[in-house]
């Protein structure tokens, strides 16, 4: 009965970091940039954000501070059960919504595609795994992605991963055992980068533990700075953060990569982190933090649809310059409002109908054990 009584405030959450909030969504527009110019740049040296990709180790990053930060000291009271399920009422709806609309982008692209090469029963399997978060990597058209139907769910099975190895394992651990599996993750990370020469795998079926190397050491870094308390205070707020982050993205593509991208991986994201912990917060700009990381999930989620039909008109139709500048910045902008009708018009009356209705199951359980 003690288990069911903690687990009713599974919802309950923690005053929240506003300014890794505000981070998170400058790093998810970041990917939605990254994804449409990488479609106009093939050669990654030409990419004015070009590294635009590692906003998923950021996100990593990120992820392990917040997880141990809003769990370590109740998941042994609200038990298993409640954390996953807490976990699943706040990341699977977008999940699934991602997967309907790369399936509606799939079937009617209106640009391009191939979906008559594929049988119903193929389509059919590809949409209930992308829902499920079975990775499946066989769709050609859609360079055999781990889930077809939404490219960036690839991020979401390594952080399910991370979720389910933190309440069995990490969330056990005392801290000096997560700095030598942090030390060891390193090690991964390094032979990973430098085998590939880079750090842009994890969503291919060919590159796919390599998603795994980028989860476990971002994961546990951020899980060791909340552990260790780096909080550095400083005054640099949420522009002067932003402006950090930004360069992270924007730094030149170069033959060492898989060093500059290491050092990014390994040293810069967490003293990141550590740095918007501790930073102090305009009350001006609060609004602007709390919008960005409302944002940043529902935009993460729902904005790759597009992305492939973007690339199938870019592919047949002669644009210049202008014309392109025009459809990107439009297109971004249009993400960006679609992300927002997605979070308040699903995301939060799904998360709300679901929370509502597990608290319900868990005091009648209550009552039924007095």
Same mark, same amino acid.
């Given at each position: 009965?003690?288990?069911?009584?903690?687990a009713?405030?599974?919802?309950?959450?923690?005053?929240?970091?506003?300014i890794?909030?505000?981070?998170?969504g400058?790093?998810?527009?970041?990917?939605?940039?990254?994804?449409f110019?990488?479609?106009?740049?093939?050669?990654p040296?030409?990419n004015?954000?070009?590294?635009?990709?590692?906003?998923?180790?950021?996100?990593?990053?990120?992820?392990?501070?917040?997880?141990?930060?809003?769990?370590?000291?109740?998941?042994?009271?609200?038990?298993?059960?409640?954390?996953?399920?807490?976990?699943?009422?706040?990341?699977?709806?977008?999940?699934?919504l991602?997967?309907?609309?790369?399936?509606?982008?799939?079937?009617?692209?209106?640009?391009?595609?191939? =979906?008559?090469? @594929?049988?119903?029963?193929t389509?059919?399997?590809?949409?209930?795994?992308?829902?499920?978060?079975?990775?499946? =990597?066989?769709?050609?058209?859609?360079?055999?992605?781990?889930?077809?139907?939404?490219?960036?769910?690839?991020?979401l099975?390594?952080?399910?991963?991370?979720?389910?190895?933190?309440a069995?394992?990490?969330?056990?651990?005392k801290?000096? @055992?997560?700095l030598?599996?942090?030390?060891?993750a &390193?090690?991964?990370?390094?032979?990973?980068?430098?085998?590939?020469?880079?750090?842009?795998?994890?969503?291919?079926?060919?590159?796919?533990?390599?998603?795994?190397?980028?989860?476990?050491?971002?994961?546990?870094?951020g899980?060791?700075v909340?552990?260790?308390?780096?909080?550095?205070?400083?005054?640099?707020?949420?522009?002067?953060?932003s402006?950090?982050?930004?360069?992270?993205?924007?730094?030149?593509?170069?033959?060492?990569?898989?060093?500059?991208e290491?050092l990014?991986?390994l040293?810069y994201?967490?003293?990141l982190?550590?740095l918007?912990?501790?930073?102090?917060?305009?009350?001006?700009?609060?609004p602007?933090?709390?919008?960005?990381?409302?944002?940043?999930? =529902?935009?993460?989620?729902?904005?790759y649809? &597009?992305l492939?039909?973007?690339?199938?008109?870019?592919?047949?139709?002669?644009?210049n310059n202008?014309?392109?500048?025009?459809?990107?910045?439009?297109?971004?902008?249009?993400?960006?409002?679609?992300?927002?009708i997605?979070?308040?018009?699903?995301?939060? =009356?799904?998360?709300?109908?679901?929370?509502?209705?597990?608290?319900?199951r868990?005091g009648?359980?209550?009552?039924?054990?007095?």
């Amino acid at each position: 009965m003690e288990t069911n009584k903690s687990a009713t405030a599974l919802l309950q959450t923690k005053q929240h970091f506003d300014i890794l909030d505000g981070l998170r969504g400058i790093a998810a527009f970041s990917v939605v940039v990254f994804h449409f110019m990488e479609w106009v740049f093939t050669d990654p040296s030409k990419n004015f954000i070009g590294h635009g990709f590692l906003a998923v180790d950021f996100f990593f990053c990120l992820s392990g501070f917040v997880i141990g930060y809003a769990y370590d000291d109740r998941i042994g009271k609200i038990g298993l059960k409640s954390f996953f399920m807490a976990r699943i009422i706040r990341l699977h709806p977008l999940v699934v919504l991602g997967s309907v609309l790369g399936l509606l982008a799939f079937l009617f692209d209106p640009f391009g595609g191939h =979906p008559e090469a @594929y049988s119903v029963g193929t389509i059919a399997l590809v949409f209930v795994c992308s829902l499920c978060m079975i990775p499946l =990597p066989i769709v050609a058209d859609r360079g055999f992605n781990l889930f077809s139907f939404n490219a960036p769910s690839w991020s979401l099975f390594w952080e399910y991963v991370a979720n389910i190895v933190y309440a069995l394992v990490l969330s056990r651990l005392k801290r000096g @055992y997560i700095l030598v599996l942090t030390m060891v993750a &390193a090690a991964g990370l390094c032979f990973v980068s430098y085998r590939a020469g880079n750090l842009l795998g994890g969503w291919s079926g060919p590159t796919f533990w390599d998603g795994f190397a980028r989860i476990s050491y971002s994961f546990l870094a951020g899980l060791l700075v909340y552990r260790s308390n780096w909080i550095i205070k400083n005054k640099l707020g949420f522009v002067g953060l932003s402006a950090l982050l930004l360069l992270a993205f924007l730094m030149p593509v170069t033959s060492w990569n898989w060093l500059s991208e290491l050092l990014v991986v390994l040293v810069y994201f967490p003293l990141l982190i550590a740095l918007g912990a501790g930073a102090s917060l305009r009350p001006k700009m609060q609004p602007l933090c709390k919008f960005s990381g409302n944002i940043s999930y =529902p935009l993460y989620m729902t904005h790759y649809a &597009a992305l492939w039909m973007f690339g199938n008109y870019y592919t047949t139709h002669q644009l210049n310059n202008t014309q392109l500048a025009t459809i990107i910045v439009t297109g971004v902008i249009i993400l960006v409002g679609l992300a927002y009708i997605a979070m308040v018009a699903f995301d939060i =009356p799904v998360r709300k109908y679901m929370g509502d209705t597990w608290k319900a199951r868990l005091g009648k359980q209550q009552g039924s054990n007095k």
